[in-house]
């Protein structure tokens, strides 16, 4: 399977870096499967860090060899479980168990302020997930651990949206 990391530069060398804010999965090395969401984050990543080009670094990456000796959190889609994963991640106050691999739906903006009405009160968790039931998320992978790295292989880095398939 290929999984694409859309950043400002190509990263032929994936690698954990600790991180200032609160991130969906925790602190990790993000992909996707999708090649196009892959590159609008590099564009965003680009826009924000006003430097680089917007890049998608290219991965192959082995489920079955990862399956057999990592342990992989899989939320198969946006439900409470996930909800609330994904608050505790953000707050940095995430204190259950750590994964290698964790893969689920991706928070975009439009979820983050479903999340931040969560957050400080203003509706429940069922509430969050009626509101977000209508949004076609995206998938997500955190390889949160060496090993995980460990299992990808870089295939090469592509910089301008016509060479995304």
């Not at 689920?104 to 903006?109: E, H, I, K, L």
Request: net charge neutral; hydrophobic share 40%; aromatic share 12%.
């Amino acid at each position: 399977m290929l999984l694409y990391h859309g950043s400002n530069l190509p990263v032929n060398k994936p690698r954990l870096i600790e991180q200032t804010r609160g991130l969906d999965f925790g602190a990790g090395f993000y992909m996707t499967a999708r090649q196009i969401q892959a590159y609008d984050f590099a564009e965003a990543v680009t826009y924000r860090r006003k430097q680089g080009i917007p890049t998608v670094s290219v991965y192959e990456f082995d489920e079955k060899i990862a399956d057999k000796s990592l342990d992989i959190k899989i939320f198969s889609e946006a439900n409470a479980q996930w909800l609330e994963f994904v608050k505790e991640n953000r707050l940095k106050i995430y204190a259950g168990k750590q994964y290698d691999i964790i893969i689920g739906p991706v928070s975009d903006d439009r979820v983050f302020l479903t999340l931040q009405g969560l957050i400080i009160g203003q509706f429940t968790a069922e509430v969050a997930l009626s509101i977000l039931k209508p949004y076609k998320l995206y998938d997500q992978y955190c390889m949160a651990t060496d090993a995980a790295l460990s299992t990808l292989i870089y295939k090469k880095s592509v910089t301008s949206r016509e060479e995304i398939n």
